[in-house]
């Protein structure tokens, strides 16, 4: 069992908006900053979202980060059939001195 | 070209030991943050272990403590992660990744392709 919560699975049609949670506790989300990945299966995973809402330079302003307390979120607008993928919220957890992760959310582009 | 390379991986029984490297190129690695996370086949992400770019500060998860060994040797731009009494449920494709997710640097912005490990009899 992951120490964040997400939801297993999402979906929507392209041109959609489309919004994953991660829900987490105060040793972690709480007090530290939200990461998000993206991984297509059989790939290593691509920052997509660090410091709750910060863009790395190549990732579309379709994809943004949002965090309030001790969960948090990233949206994906205009959604296109090449967002189908895994997505993965991560923080620093203090009580366990390491990273923990959510278990990963898969979108369906339907 | 900036990128991280995975190696050491294999079939090891359980109990036995295994040593994984990664190799840094294109960027400034004695400067960074650096990670060790796995994923087991159809599973998520699980964060194995990080180590300060200096090494002296060195973080495990409970899972595999006193288990699993970073270090890293920044002259040669390496990354190792020495495992030790190895169960089946440490079976995964293990990632390197750099810097770290603390400081809310933009840590995760580079990982390697991965090195399989499979313990089973």
């Known amino acids: 069992q992951s120490v964040l919560t997400q939801p297993p699975s999402s979906s929507g049609t392209p041109g959609q908006t489309v919004t994953i949670s991660c829900s987490g506790t105060?040793?972690?989300?709480?007090?530290?900053?939200v990461y998000w990945f993206q991984q297509v299966p059989g790939t290593a995973p691509k920052l997509l979202i660090y410091?709750?809402?910060q863009r790395p330079s190549g990732v579309p302003d379709r994809f943004s980060g949002a965090k309030s307390g001790t969960s948090a979120s990233v949206a994906i607008s205009g959604l296109r059939s090449d967002d189908e993928s895994d997505y993965y919220c991560?923080?620093?957890?203090?009580?366990?001195?390491?990273?923990?992760f959510g278990g990963g959310t898969r979108l369906t582009v339907l | 070209e900036v990128q991280l390379r995975e190696s050491g991986g294999g079939l090891v029984k359980p109990g036995g030991s295994l040593r994984l490297s990664c190799t840094a190129s294109?960027?400034?690695?004695?400067?960074?943050?650096m990670n060790w996370v796995r994923q087991a086949p159809g599973k998520g992400l699980d964060w194995v272990s990080s180590?300060?770019?200096?090494?002296?500060?060195?973080y495990y998860a409970d899972s595999v403590k006193a288990r699993f060994t970073i270090s890293r040797d920044n002259a040669n731009n390496s990354l190792f992660l020495q495992m030790h009494n190895l169960r089946v449920e440490d079976s995964g494709m293990y990632f390197c990744?750099?810097?770290?997710?603390?400081?809310?640097?933009?840590?995760?912005?580079?990982w390697g392709q991965g090195t399989l490990v499979t313990v089973s009899s």
């Open positions: 990744a750099r810097g770290d997710i603390l400081t809310g640097a933009a840590g995760g912005d580079l």
């Open positions: 294109g960027f400034s690695f004695s400067t960074y943050d």
């Open positions: 180590i300060s770019g200096s090494s002296r500060n060195k």
């Open positions: 105060n040793s972690n989300i709480g007090s530290n900053f």
């Open positions: 410091r709750n809402n």
């Open positions: 991560a923080s620093w957890d203090d009580s366990l001195s390491g990273w923990v």
